[in-house]
């Protein structure tokens, strides 16, 4: 006899690449009896449905009319606005997650804009790709992956309990952060790669046309996470522009030190310069656990949330409640 769902309704606002894979894992895996979708577009949302990844559809109000759990898939810029939308249709005894990127905003924000015995805990799984779209949803997107939690010092300790079983149940490994901490080391392993891969990126417009046929693995594997989504890493780093202050300007100070060596033509300083970073690289290189064997807690691969959101970027298409 299998064991009852950990919750009874799950809704996942925004059906981007990881609100739709986390749609279609927690039906998969029973850990929701009932999950629906809902976001900006209607088009997504037919797909969704039509394909299995939620069993019902509707408009961001109707979506979390009695669901215990409500998982906010949207950009971190969108998701206060969200939150004061949905706010008038959350059940007493709720609990409210996302995967933003960025924490200390939403923990300072959101659990204001709740109402009385509702709980926010923020979330961030450190999973994803360069594609985007709930077409390319996937049920095992977050198995074994990292999951940061980030719950504040009042947060009721079952509300965590329970968001981290949901996250678990999805096939994720649960690290626990401050807010500050967290976007403060996600700023070096997330948020500054992706810096740098797109200012390389944007400076290739200098490169030879023929430069093309030289290009090569090291090529593809450092300008990967260049392809991106334009519009969510804008709204990433406007969000963490703080606590990416520190390493950008530490980056800056590198680079600086390495392009005078090498003006210099100093082979010696170079050697010296190259043989550090390859040191720094493994003091913080991911490792998997051997407890679990599961794969590198590591940085996202570039696509979170949808970008389209809901009260956002022109007219709403309202969906009209739909089951399967």
Request: aromatic share 4%; charged share 20%; with cysteine.
């Amino acid at each position: 006899m299998s064991a009852a769902p950990a919750f009874e309704r799950v809704a996942v606002i925004g059906l981007g690449l990881l609100g739709g894979s986390l749609a279609v894992a927690a039906k998969q895996r029973g850990v929701a009896r009932r999950v629906v979708g809902s976001a900006r577009r209607l088009e997504p949302l037919k797909a969704a449905l039509r394909n299995g990844i939620v069993d019902e559809i509707a408009d961001p109000l109707d979506a979390v009319r009695g669901a215990d759990l409500v998982v906010l898939a949207t950009p971190v810029s969108a998701m206060p606005s969200v939150v004061q939308q949905v706010a008038p249709a959350l059940s007493e005894g709720a609990l409210v997650t996302d995967v933003g990127s960025v924490k200390a905003i939403l923990t300072d924000t959101l659990p204001g804009l709740l109402p009385p015995g509702v709980t926010f805990v923020g979330a961030h799984p450190m999973a994803g790709s360069h594609k985007k779209g709930v077409e390319h949803a996937s049920a095992d997107l977050f198995e074994g992956a990292c999951c940061v939690l980030t719950p504040l010092a009042d947060t009721p300790r079952e509300a965590v309990e329970r968001v981290r079983h949901f996250w678990e149940a999805v096939g994720a490994r649960i690290v626990l952060r401050d807010p500050e901490a967290h976007d403060a080391e996600v700023a070096w392993t997330s948020h500054l790669p992706h810096i740098l891969a797109y200012a390389f990126a944007r400076s290739l417009e200098r490169a030879p046309a023929t430069a093309s046929e030289l290009a090569a693995t090291g090529f593809a594997d450092f300008t990967r996470i260049a392809q991106s989504d334009a519009a969510l890493w804008g709204d990433i780093l406007a969000a963490n522009r703080k606590a990416i202050a520190g390493p950008l300007q530490a980056f800056s100070e590198a680079l600086s030190e390495l392009a005078s060596a090498i003006e210099r033509g100093d082979g010696d300083a170079q050697e010296i310069f190259l043989a550090s970073a390859r040191e720094q690289l493994s003091r913080i290189r991911p490792v998997a656990t051997a407890a679990t064997g599961s794969r590198d807690c590591a940085p996202s691969g570039g696509q979170n949330p949808e970008t389209a959101t809901p009260g956002r970027g022109g007219p709403q298409e309202k969906p009209q409640t739909h089951h399967d």
